[in-house]
Each structure stands twice: as C-alpha cells, then as structure tokens.
C-alpha cells in the first residue's frame, strides 16, 4: 500500500510535518516540490546591471555630483 508523506528537506535531511508509521525497512521516492533557492552573491550584480558607462571623466562626475548638492543654512542654537 502506497503513502504520501510531507515535509521539508534542510541540510541533508528530510523533517516530516507528521509522525511516519514505524516500519522496519521500505522503498521511498522522494519529489522535490520546488525549485532549489539559489542564494546570489555580491557578484552577480555586475551580471544583472553591467558596467557602468559615461562618456565624462571621473572628475567630471565628481565635478557635477558635487555641483548638484544643496547647501544647507547653518543652523545656530
């Protein structure tokens, strides 16, 4: 007689939702439901976004990233 039994696989074993009948020794077919979850890494943003591309010089970003900056009142207390 066939059973279904559920449960999660974590590190290398399987953690059953419900207590299994205890039976000294039988076959077992074990589906994976879902795709494995596959942890990016840091790297892979380079992959998604690429490189960054401008035409100016690195002092010309510097140059008009510090031009777009609002200063601020000075504050007195």
Same mark, same amino acid.
């Given at each position: 007689?066939?059973?279904?039994?559920?449960?999660?696989? +974590?590190?290398?074993? =399987? @953690?059953?939702?419900?207590?299994?009948?205890?039976?000294?020794? $039988?076959?077992?077919?074990? /589906?994976?439901?879902?795709?494995?979850?596959?942890?990016? +890494?840091?790297?892979? =943003? @380079?992959?998604?976004?690429?490189?960054?591309?401008?035409?100016? $010089?690195?002092?010309?970003? /510097?140059?008009?990233?510090?031009?777009?900056?609002?200063? +601020?009142?000075?504050?007195?207390?």
């Amino acid at each position: 007689m066939q059973q279904a039994a559920y449960g999660t696989y +974590k590190n290398g074993q =399987i @953690f059953f939702d419900d207590p299994i009948p205890t039976l000294n020794e $039988t076959k077992v077919i074990v /589906v994976f439901l879902e795709e494995p979850k596959v942890k990016p +890494k840091l790297t892979d =943003i @380079f992959s998604l976004h690429g490189a960054w591309e401008d035409t100016r $010089t690195a002092d010309e970003i /510097v140059a008009d990233t510090r031009n777009s900056r609002i200063a +601020k009142a000075d504050i007195q207390l």
